[in-house]
């Protein structure tokens, strides 16, 4: 387990050719569950990156994996705003780093990755989420939560195909084989997503020890309740434990307290000359 960041009760950052101010607060809490011998969970909780990684490969090896990705992205990730080339770049860094971890194993050895990163598109502050595996991010807005990311796991593809119901797909035999991870001698492939930054928006970054443990309404109503980040980040994993907890746990909450009035219309092109639109087929998912 490799922890990168604190919280923050204000962090304030200035939009560049604006008087504006962008406002955030943040927290993010792991904990090993009841069941496991060890935390191979790992975060980033540092403005402009925000982001969760659950390693996979048995004895230290996860926990290796994920604490490269963390630890590449901290290194790329600088300054008051990042860019989606620079979150590449670190991915495929820390690919290259779990090789060596893995040594030639059978197995193998990968993590899943996934965050939000403040960036600037149109010189308009928006997180740009990515996504590997089966880790999350969601938004909440307005009362309204919607699962930005979309699962590569196989069961997903069976919930996308008709064949199996999302109330069902949790308990199906094949729920923790993932089609996608950071690793395994394989390029990193993600998927993206632009989400404009405004006043009130939180932001949930986990892995899937907490949505294997409690459902989507559930994680709504803690983020509807008006506590702290911290407050939020704390209830949603003792909510995981309290209902098992057979896996590591981590929340990563983010809170924008204050953004900019307005944001102009999407491009379709980022400021760093990387067109999302190609990378991300497919839109967030109201619940």
């Known amino acids: 387990m490799t922890e990168i960041g604190t919280g923050s009760i204000v962090h304030s950052i200035a939009i560049p050719g604006s008087d504006e101010l962008l406002t955030l607060s ?18 980033l909780a540092r403005s402009p990156g925000f982001v969760v990684a659950d390693g996979m490969g048995g004895h230290s090896a996860g926990d290796l994996a ?9 290194e790329a990730l600088t300054g008051d705003f990042s860019t989606v080339v620079d979150l590449e770049r670190a991915l495929a860094s820390a690919t290259d ?11 193998g050895v990968g993590t899943t990755a996934t965050g939000a990163v403040l960036v600037l598109r149109d010189g308009n502050p928006y997180f740009a989420v990515f996504n590997i595996g089966d880790s999350r991010v969601y938004s ?3 009362n309204e939560l919607t ?43 993600a998927d993206y997503w632009m989400i404009p930054v405004r006043a009130g928006l939180r932001i949930l970054v986990c892995s899937d020890g907490l ?3 409690i459902n989507d309404e559930r994680i709504r109503l803690h983020l509807a309740a008006g506590l702290s980040s911290e407050e939020t ?12 907890g057979r896996d590591n746990v981590t929340v990563v909450i983010v809170d924008v307290i204050a953004a900019p009035t307005a944001t102009a219309g999407d491009s379709g092109d980022s400021d760093d000359g990387y067109d999302i639109e190609d990378t991300a087929p497919r839109p967030p998912r109201a619940l």
Do not use: C, M
Not at 30 to 39: E, F, I
Not at 66 to 74: D, I
């Open 66 to 74: 994920s604490a490269a990705v963390v630890e590449r992205l901290a």
């Open 140 to 142: 909440f807005e307005g």
């Open 26 to 43: 943040w927290a993010a809490v792991t904990d090993v569950g009841r069941r496991r011998a060890a935390n191979e969970d790992s975060y």
């Open 147 to 189: 699962q930005v990311t979309i699962d590569h796991s196989v069961v997903q593809e069976l919930v996308e195909s008709g064949a199996l119901s999302k109330e069902d797909a949790e308990f199906h035999p094949d729920s923790n084989v993932i089609t996608r991870a950071v690793g395994f001698g394989v390029a990193p492939l």
């Open 233 to 244: 980040a704390g209830a949603l994993v003792d909510a995981a434990l309290a209902a098992g």
């Open 97 to 107: 780093d779990i090789t060596i971890i893995a040594d030639g194993s059978a197995l």
């Open 211 to 213: 949505t294997k443990e």
